[in-house]
C-alpha cells in the first residue's frame, strides 16, 4: 500500500513539472501558444485519478467480502456490488474530470484541483480501505 501512495505521489508530482524542461518563449497572444503540455498534464492526471478509484472500490470490496466493514457512502448502500460501485462512482468521476477539461478549454488556471481533490480522496480511501 505504501508503494501505491508513493507512486500516486510521484505521478501527481510528474504531472505538475509536465512541459518544465522545455524553454520559455515569447508568444504574441495566449491563443498561440501550444497547449500539449497541460493536455498532457490533464491525460495523467486523469489516468491517476481513475487508478486511485480503482484502488479504492476494490478494497473496499476485499473489505466488504471479508465482512469487516460496510460502505458509507448513501448512493452506494451498505453492501454494495461491484458494478454498482463502478456504475456510479465512475459516472460521477467522469463528471469530474469534465468539469476539469471544461475549466481547462476555458483556460481557468485551477483547471486542475477538482481532479487532484477526487484522487487525494480516493487514494486515502484506498489507504484507509487496506487496513481493514
Known sequence: ?????LSL?????????VGAQQPVEQWSSSKNRPRSKEK????LLSAVHLSSMTADYEFTQACLHAQTCSELN????PRPSRPRMYGIGGAVSAMG?????R???HRKWYWWVPTVAATVTHGYLAYRNKQF
Open 1 to 5: 500500500m505504501r508503494k501505491l501512495i
Open 9 to 17: 505521489a510521484a505521478l501527481l508530482a510528474a504531472a505538475s513539472l
Open 40 to 43: 498532457i498534464a490533464f491525460l
Open 74 to 77: 448513501p448512493l452506494f448502500g
Open 97 to 101: 474530470i469534465y468539469g476539469s477539461h
Open 103 to 105: 475549466l481547462r478549454r
